[in-house]
């Protein structure tokens, strides 16, 4: 029996209870204020309640939420965070902190350190910093807090081709692998605990499926706005859709998320 | 006449009175607290006077200052970090966000303009992320608030060789080139003020100096604690040196600024 994270058993609990594949990208945010500091204590205040706005509608239809820079910088990891963290537990869903980590080993390590000490289950990291001095504090900490390392193996917007496509020669065997492989072996490696792999791609979801472990999910954003089909991508191999500005921007993000749950959800 | 961002003039402005060719990695931070939030309150400020004292010791004697994940999240894009750019500007220098950007466009895009507005005259991206729907919209943002791009070519950790090195062979040329060389002509191809090429690497600043247009400088972090030695960079074509913790954690931080400085200018 493979043993998974807690973040792993977590989204399969809150998957099943809400019968959804879906993960909440809750990337919104707010407009630039003239006024560089004061209009934001209210500013702040505004896009929390916005957050609870769109919670309290879909809390209990999603798997997951991910929460991103335009929502982590505005509100504070040390002022608004720690109380929507709470407020998703309201729903048992785990948080994934969609910070991208892409630093030298003692910035990684303290940005996983505190964002799990506050709640996040599971932690975005790039595979391109490498392991030694570098990710190695990301796994490190994750594994002492029992919660998930995602690792970027194929992003969803066009120019992604230009660095996860390229073509990499081992100068030892001089095989040659595309980019976002040998991020697949290295998260098999590494022990990950899911990886990206945008929706836009559905091709390299299958291809990544086929190297990947099984236990490592597949998660996958860039459904809707950024043009991916999501029912495609399940189909394709991937394990959760990510999705943001649909269902958020919706004028009824709840009937959105019925929508997509069902189309999703009738993929065999 | 090659025009440069108003980032660069300010940077060599400040070098030039400062006598200095250092950077201030103002990556001081605090340790995790038991209570999530409340004892926060009271951490911040320690935090942001902890950040003043070092200032007021160093301000005259750098020529700019770094400041990255560490100090921006505890501190908050909208609670101190205004504050905290204010006081930097009590001795004109720039003030660089170390937030090594590697997101989808349209998250890149809000970051640039977030920190942008609040004052920091350049940003720190990740080129493996590539153009189209990704550093595309970073360098627009800079260059409508005229402030400047910093590309990483080569990281300062031990694993940074995994990816920065790789080799990567082009599919329609079959020419075979190091990672790093690739990012350096994009740096040129993107217009760039400049590249981070770890001192740790000497041999690769020499390298990169020779592919990267004239004007774009190199900052190369990594010396004291992360083993670089600063003068052998400035030697090998580094532009500026980026020192935290030698400075920071020193006894006495204002003569180890000026014990760098003076190694530092030595070079010929």
Known sequence: MIMVSRFISKLKKSSTTNNSKLILALDISCELKKNKKSE?????????????????????????????????????????????????????????????????????EWIAKHFLNIGFDALIANPFVGWAGGLDKVFETARKYNSGVILLVYMSHPGASEG??????????????????????????????GVIVGA????????????????????????????????????????????????FDSSDPSLTVNQINESLNQVQ
């Open 164 to 193: 996860f496509n390229q073509i990499v020669i081992n100068s030892q065997t001089n095989v040659q692998k595309p980019q976002f492989l040998l991020f697949a072996e290295k998260a098999n490696k590494w022990g990950a605990d």
């Open 200 to 247: 836009t791609s559905p091709q390299i979801i299958k291809t990544v499926r086929n190297v990947l472990n099984k236990n490592i999910l597949i998660l996958s954003p860039g459904v809707g706005v950024q043009g991916g089909e999501g029912a495609e991508a399940i189909r394709s191999g991937a394990s959760y859709i990510i999705v943001g500005r649909s269902v």
């Open 40 to 108: 934001w204590v209210n500013a702040k205040k505004q896009l929390y309640l916005r957050a609870e706005t769109i919670l309290n509608k879909i809390g209990d239809k999603v798997a997951a939420v991910k929460i991103n820079n335009q929502l982590i910088l505005p509100l504070g990891l040390y002022e608004y965070i720690p109380d929507l963290i709470n407020l998703v537990s309201t729903w048992n869903l785990p948080v994934i902190a969609d910070i991208k980590i892409n630093d030298v080993g003692h910035t990684n």
